[in-house]
């Protein structure tokens, strides 16, 4: 069974950009994509987007251009490169593969 943990969470202003990896600890039978997800209180979890086995990505329309999801050569570690921060983007960001999930990592944007 495989143990993902994100980190790279803050706190920053509306504009500004951060960074969060997602790594995998054990071995991991998925061969469907790695998604990133985040969630607020009371909401349900929404998809950020994905990243397939081949490499290609997609993206929530209202982080479209804004994030970017990246990888090595390896399934692990995956990157969620956020620019342009929006106060509405605060929430736990977490990662994702089949059903395995990581704690989630605490993204806030002050206005």
């Known amino acids: 069974q495989v143990q993902l943990v994100e980190s790279g969470g803050g706190l920053v202003q509306a504009g500004e950009s951060l960074n969060l990896s997602c790594v995998a600890y054990?071995?991991?039978?998925?061969?469907?994509?790695v998604n990133w997800y985040r969630q607020t209180p009371g909401a349900e979890r929404e998809v950020v987007g994905r990243?397939?086995?081949?490499?290609?990505?997609m993206y929530a329309p209202n982080v479209e251009g804004r994030f970017t999801i990246s990888r090595g050569v390896r399934r692990f570690p995956v990157y969620l490169q956020m620019t342009n921060l929006q106060p509405e983007d605060t929430a736990v960001y977490y990662c994702?593969?089949?059903?395995?999930w990581g704690q989630g990592t605490q993204v806030t944007v002050s206005a």
């Open positions: 054990g071995d991991s039978d998925c061969i469907s994509s």
């Open positions: 994702g593969e089949c059903a395995d």
């Open positions: 990243i397939f086995s081949q490499g290609q990505t």
